[in-house]
């Protein structure tokens, strides 16, 4: 019981007491109380009726959002985004008849992290139609870079996974496409082709649905500049 309900319910206490103590005083000319009184009194408690108000943390469970995917095969799926519960608080306005909660009323709710969908992809593609076979297929947005310090956190030349930066290397989210896979990169339109690659680098900025494709010079990089793609999971 919390601070509020022991004040309340002191309160309540105090006014049987004193009703109990009245009576007896007329009657008998003392407030000393027989054992019946005090019987009495107990079971006044007991059968008390009270509101307490109170504060509780709950959990905001996380949606799960399944949407079709045209260049994923039939029976493949991908999580996109995990996705997370969020928190919240709830002050509810609580009853009690006897001890026993009868009913509950939320006053408010205060959100103290919001939850964030899962998203899950599921193929609806009947065979691949790009002369190889392929795992599973993933839009992008593309962006490029080079190998240079500047482009790699002051490392150059080298990847996350230790794979010597060249042309063939893109970095990826490993959540999406995992980190090691075998790729064969392509405009959506099909107008243009980066063509086999490994996913063996990651990237501060390429989270989701995007790639970074490796180019030797700042030139090719800036000629590039943002594409959309399809990655094929060899």
Do not use: H
Not at 37 to 49: E, F, K, Q, R, Y
Not at 50 to 62: D, F, G, L, N
Not at 203 to 214: E, Q, T
């Amino acid at each position: 019981m919390n601070f509020k309900k022991r004040a309340k319910l002191a309160l309540l206490v105090r006014g049987v007491i004193s009703g109990t103590a009245a009576a007896a005083l007329a009657l008998t000319g003392t407030a000393a109380m027989a054992v019946d009184d005090l019987t009495s009194v107990s079971s006044s408690i007991m059968s008390l009726s009270y509101v307490s108000t109170v504060t509780e943390t709950e959990t905001i469970p996380r949606d799960i959002i399944r949407r079709a995917n045209s260049g994923l095969p039939k029976g493949k799926t991908v999580t996109v985004q995990e996705g997370v519960d969020g928190i919240k608080e709830v002050e509810y306005e609580i009853v009690y008849d006897g001890g026993v909660e009868v009913s509950r009323k939320a006053l408010g709710t205060k959100i103290l992290a919001e939850s964030r969908d899962k998203i899950i992809e599921y193929g609806t593609a009947e065979a691949s139609s790009e002369g190889f076979e392929y795992k599973y297929v993933v839009e992008c947005l593309a962006t490029a870079y080079d190998p240079s310090p500047e482009e790699n956190g002051g490392y150059a030349g080298q990847s996350a996974t230790g794979v010597p930066l060249q042309k063939g290397v893109i970095a990826v989210d490993p959540k999406v496409i995992p980190l090691g896979s075998r790729v064969y990169v392509e405009a959506v339109d099909g107008s243009w082709s980066y063509g086999y690659a490994v996913a063996a680098d990651t990237g501060g900025a390429i989270k989701g649905n995007r790639v970074d494709l490796l180019f030797l010079t700042k030139s090719e990089c800036y000629q590039f500049g943002r594409r959309k793609c399809k990655v094929y999971v060899l």
